[in-house]
């Protein structure tokens, strides 16, 4: 019975090891129990936001700056929801994405740990992340002269220094609150800088910077992307 019960044993262990057998390795993980920071925001957010939350197509989450500005509630909010109308899609499960509540928790929370800088704006007193007074495009006008004229050039049109923030394909891509938060945070992965340092020694006020989205906003055309040229005319069209 032992000699039996013996070769019972050897036979289930060679078992483990009969080829096309899966490993644990080989099995895929469920994608609600991924836990790991590095792992959700590389699949999630570094397409757009960078490998390091610091350089992409989209403002640089990483930003200590901006950090400064959005709350957690804020960002939850957008990693949630994303941001209609804008390349920042929903992706919480509640909202059509494909992350759960804790995955988005985990997102935030991770990037606040990593790239956060308590103390990054010192004594200075930010500008509300959302405006709390309309802008006056007219005045804006005059404030984007101030501000932001030597780098973008006359009527923001670009310059050798800096491209073009009028272009309509451009406009089209943001949203005005994105507007608001690229003039306040700048783009340092671009060069720009952030509402302190456009003039230096001169930050501007929060309504001035309502007043340059306003603007900006004004230059939006209501049919964003560039026109398809003309076509050309058929054979023996007049």
Not at 118 to 132: D, I, K, N, Q
Not at 160 to 185: H, N
Not at 220 to 237: I, L, W
Request: with cysteine; charged share 20%.
């Amino acid at each position: 019975m032992r000699l039996l019960l013996a070769g019972a044993l050897i036979s289930c262990a060679g078992c483990a090891s009969l080829p096309g057998r899966p490993t644990a390795a080989s099995i895929p993980a469920d994608p609600d129990n991924v836990k790991d920071f590095a792992a959700l925001y590389g699949a999630n957010c570094s397409g757009c936001h960078g490998a390091d939350a610091k350089a992409g197509p989209a403002l640089p989450i990483g930003d200590p700056v901006y950090l400064a500005i959005a709350d957690d509630p804020l960002m939850r909010n957008v990693v949630t929801k994303g941001i209609p109308g804008t390349s920042m899609p929903a992706f919480a499960k509640s909202a059509g994405g494909m992350l759960t509540d804790e995955q988005v928790g985990i997102i935030v929370s991770g990037i606040r740990e990593r790239y956060a800088k308590p103390g990054v704006l010192g004594a200075v007193t930010p500008p509300p992340y959302a405006a709390t007074e309309a802008g006056d495009a007219a005045r804006g006008a005059g404030v984007y002269d101030a501000f932001c004229a030597s780098c973008h050039g006359p009527g923001g049109k670009g310059t050798p220094k800096a491209s073009s923030i009028v272009d309509g394909s451009f406009l089209g891509l943001l949203t005005d609150q994105e507007l608001r938060t690229m003039v306040i945070v700048g783009r340092p992965d671009l060069g720009a800088p952030d509402w302190r340092n456009d003039v230096p020694g001169k930050p501007m006020t929060p309504q001035e910077i309502s007043d340059v989205v306003a603007w900006l906003s004004s230059q939006r055309p209501q049919f964003a992307g560039r026109p398809y040229p003309a076509a050309g005319k058929s054979a023996g069209e007049k």
